[in-house]
T-cell receptor, first 114, second 116 residues
Framework: DADVTQTPRNRITKTGKRIMLECSQT?????MYWYRQDPGLGLRLIYY???????NKGEISDGYSVSRQAQAKFSLSLESAIPNQTALYFC?????????????FGPGTRLLVL | AQTVTQSQPEMSVQEAETVTLSCTYD???????LFWYKQPPSRQMILVIR??????QNATENRFSVNFQKAAKSFSLKISDSQLGDAAMYFC?????????????FGTGTRLTIIP
């Protein structure tokens, strides 16, 4: 079984709709992240959470919100989707042991906003 | 703010040959981590190799090695004996160690093509 799962893997929605992307992990990590990938721009951080009660904005949080329902679950919501939110979205988790951190990524969710 | 620059949007190499992908970064921190991630057509992000800035020795993972030049803020990835399965996008990434800077900052990627 995959350590970091994302649902759905692909999603098509219309402008103005609210959608939620979900991420679950079985790695037992406290830290979770949401990234967006656009062609030519690499990955950019949307939101991150270092534990269940900790939520932080990343580089491009406008138009997005998150919920950390449990240590293992971190959801990303688009309150009112717009076409320029069409992108590939990645969830990641990490541990931070002995001052060292490595992030592990889910398989990604491809979102198309019409 | 930290920045990561990959100046080669595309690279190609003959199978079994060696290729080097370039990465430079900018930071005011003295301690940090650098990573190379591979993204094949399956789009999965796969960690290839990591380097701690306080270590002078270059990291190596099988056919993958880095040339870490801290003073020059350069972190290149060398792939030896290139294989068809190495074809992918490669992303260089930086992570700080100070509180609030532990997040990953990515470069824009280099698309590597392997020529049979």
């Amino acid at each position: 079984d995959a350590d970091v799962t994302q649902t759905p893997r692909n999603r098509i929605t219309k402008t103005g709709k609210r959608i939620m992307l979900e991420c679950s992990q079985t790695k037992g990590h406290d830290r979770m992240y949401w990234y967006r990938q656009d062609p030519g721009l690499g990955l950019r951080l949307i939101y991150y959470s270092f534990d269940v009660k900790d939520i932080n904005k990343g580089e491009i949080s406008d138009g997005y919100s998150v919920s950390r329902q449990a240590q293992a679950k971190f959801s990303l919501s688009l309150e009112s989707a717009i076409p320029n939110q069409t992108a590939l979205y990645f969830c990641a988790t990490s541990d931070f042991i002995g001052g060292q951190e490595t992030q592990y990524f889910g398989p990604g969710t491809r979102l198309l906003v019409l | 703010a930290q920045t990561v620059t990959q100046s080669q949007p595309e690279m190609s190499v003959q199978e079994a040959e060696t290729v080097t992908l370039s990465c430079t970064y900018d930071t005011s921190e003295s301690d940090y981590y650098l990573f190379w991630y591979k993204q094949p057509p399956s789009r999965q992000m796969i960690l290839v190799i990591r380097q701690e800035a306080y270590k002078q020795q270059n990291a190596t993972e099988n056919r993958f090695s880095v040339n870490f030049q801290k003073a020059a803020k350069s972190f290149s990835l060398k792939i030896s004996d290139s294989q068809l399965g190495d074809a992918a996008m490669y992303f260089c990434a930086y992570s700080g160690t100070n509180s609030g800077n532990e997040k990953l900052t990515f470069g824009t990627g280099t698309r590597l093509t392997i020529i049979p």
